[in-house]
Nanobody, 114 residues
Framework: QLVESGGGLVQPGGSLRLSCLARGPIFSTYVQDTMGWYREAPGKQREMVATVTGGGSTNYADSVKGRFTISRNNSRKTVWLQMNSLKPEDTAVYYC???????WGQGTQVTVSA
């Protein structure tokens, strides 16, 4: 089970740090899994925001490059998404997941508004 947290309301230009904690049976393969953060805005399809491999290689959507940073700590079974210079268009429900998995958690709401 993956549990997301850290969302909230922030003004444009602000920052948030999202966390994703892995619990239970997923831990047995966690170190090898590529993990990703995704987001779903109202009226839009879910999209990939950033991914990180078990070895720490990262990939980002063009819309967040230079503003967001994904990282992980395998011993703590946690993946983070540091979001800086937030824009209103970043408003969405953010989810973390194993890349390729279709078993989604509840996500965490991020709202960027003045």
């Amino acid at each position: 089970q993956l549990v997301e947290s850290g969302g909230g309301l922030v003004q444009p230009g602000g920052s948030l740090r999202l966390s994703c904690l892995a619990r239970g049976p997923i831990f047995s393969t966690y170190v090898q899994d590529t993990m990703g953060w995704y987001r779903e805005a109202p009226g839009k399809q879910r999209e990939m925001v950033a991914t990180v491999t078990g070895g720490g290689s990262t990939n980002y959507a063009d819309s967040v490059k230079g503003r967001f940073t994904i990282s992980r700590n395998n011993s703590r079974k946690t993946v983070w998404l540091q979001m800086n210079s937030l824009k209103p268009e970043d408003t969405a429900v953010y989810y973390c997941n194993i890349v390729g998995s279709t078993d989604w958690g509840q996500g965490t709401q991020v709202t960027v508004s003045a």
